[in-house]
Structure formats: structure tokens, C-alpha cells
């Protein structure tokens, strides 16, 4: 997969870019990204990227002819690509919304600056309009880090078992159970038996109640969208979650 990632801050991706599992997508060829600054894409010698609004308010905006003329470049290196727009007003991103982008061809991620984008461009070249929460930033860079590392992760092969994106809390709409390691104690705290067992089974149960269990206590929310068994209604009506279907 190639990302486009349209910025007045390229090296602000610098580092994170350039590390972990990111670095590693990039090293193994499966994705590719390409860092574009806005402003080599004006045509003043003040390189503007932006203007007062028309009806006046605080701020700036980001003038359209620039955006445009970054977001039709990037077309030209993946002409499939889907345009997102970081901004507070977008979908609420999540993991679902991350799998839903991992099977597109590309991506074109514009990092919103200022008081916004002049509306022309949302209208014009803009696919989907993300937000990652309900605050501001100072920028969509911050934004566009996050979508990339989390659509990254989701492409085969990145991470070093495809069965640990499918494992992760939201894989399957629920919050992961709790992990330990060695050692079998610490600080007074064992290690739960069924996972000492050696038992697959007991091993598997005992993992999907505390996935049902933590999501019910931290994000009950989640439960009304998660995929859940008789015997995970069951449990969930144990612990006194009625509502469940």
C-alpha cells in the first residue's frame, strides 16, 4: 500500500516514521510512503498556503489552489488512492474504519492546518473526513501518524504473526484479556491457572470470558456491536450484563 501524506510539516513524520512497525512495512516493501509539502505547491514567491475567511472570523484557512494542485500530484503516483481529510468534523476513527481502509489500493491523507480547509476542497476532492477524537490539535500530522500506523499494522505481513492484528483489543469488537509472562509470580501476584494449565481449551475459555469480562466493566458500549455467542451471553448474564441480545 502507498501512503501520500500531504503536510506544511513533513519532518514532524520523520521519526516516527522511521521506527518500529512502520519502518519495518517500509523495509519489507509492502507499504510505501511519500512526505509532500503544501507549499511547494503554491505559485507566489511569499509561498501562501493560506487566507482570511470571507465573512470574517479569527483565524485562517488553507487557500484551495495549493491542495488541489498537492492532492492531483499525489493522484498521479497512485491515480486509486483514497483522499482523507484529518479534521475534528470527520468519522470517528476506528478499527473497523482502519480495516475498511487496509483494502484500499492507497491513500492521500491531507493534514489540516489553521481554522480548516476552504469547503471547496472537502466538496471537490475529499473521499472520507476523519477525525481520530473528540478534541483539537494543532494539526492533522499528529492525526495522520495514527491512521497509518494503525491501517499499517492491518496489511499481511507488517507485523511478525497476521494472527496478532486479529488478536488485538477491537479485533474482534471486544477489549483484549489481560497477558502475563514469566514470572509464574510477582510482587504477591500469580499467574492465573488455566493459563499455567497447558489445557488449549480451558486456555481459550478462560481468555474469551476476560475479553467479555474487561469490555463489560471498561466498554460496555462495545457489546452491542460484538459478534457474541450463546455461551458468551451466558457468561455476560453471570456477571449480571443483561442486555445483550
Known amino acids: 500500500m502507498r501512503f501520500d ?3 506544511l510539516f513533513p519532518d514532524m513524520f520523520r521519526g516516527p516514521f522511521d521506527e518500529s512497525i512502520i519502518r519495518r512495512g517500509q523495509d519489507k516493501g509492502l507499504i510505501q510512503i511519500g512526505l509532500h509539502q503544501i507549499r511547494d505547491y503554491t505559485t507566489d514567491r511569499h509561498r501562501t498556503v493560506d487566507d482570511t475567511p470571507y465573512g470574517g472570523g479569527a483565524g485562517m484557512l488553507m487557500k484551495p489552489e495549493p ?3 498537492a492532492i492531483e500530484s499525489a493522484k498521479q503516483l497512485n491515480a486509486d488512492a483514497t483522499v482523507l481529510l484529518t479534521t475534528p468534523q470527520g468519522r470517528p476513527f476506528t478499527h473497523a ?3 475498511e481502509l487496509s483494502r484500499k489500493p492507497g491513500l492521500i491523507i491531507l493534514c489540516g492546518r489553521y481554522e480548516g480547509v476552504d469547503e471547496r476542497i472537502h466538496q471537490h476532492y475529499v473521499d472520507h473526513e476523519i477525525s481520530i477524537g473528540d478534541y483539537v490539535l494543532s494539526g492533522g500530522e499528529l492525526a495522520a501518524m495514527v491512521i497509518v500506523d494503525s491501517v499499517t499494522r492491518l ?3 507488517v507485523l511478525g504473526s497476521d494472527e496478532s492484528a ?3 483489543s477491537f479485533g474482534d469488537g471486544l477489549l483484549e484479556y489481560p497477558q502475563y509472562t514469566r514470572p509464574p509470580e510477582f510482587n ?3 499467574v492465573p491457572a488455566p493459563l499455567l494449565s497447558g489445557n488449549h481449551t480451558e486456555i481459550a475459555r478462560w481468555r474469551r470470558e476476560q475479553a467479555l469480562k474487561r ?3 471498561r466498554r460496555p ?3 452491542a456491536h460484538a459478534a457474541l455467542s450463546a455461551a458468551d451471553k451466558l457468561f455476560l448474564r453471570s456477571l449480571g450484563v443483561l442486555h445483550v441480545g
Request: charge should be negative; hydrophobic fraction near 55%; aromatic fraction near 0%.
Open 5 to 7: 501524506i500531504l503536510t
Open 67 to 69: 491542495l488541489a494542485a
Open 97 to 99: 474504519l482502519a480495516q
Open 155 to 157: 496489511i499481511p505481513g
Open 166 to 168: 486479529l488478536t488485538d
Open 188 to 190: 504477591g501476584l500469580p
Open 215 to 217: 469490555t463489560a466493566e
Open 221 to 223: 458500549d462495545l457489546l
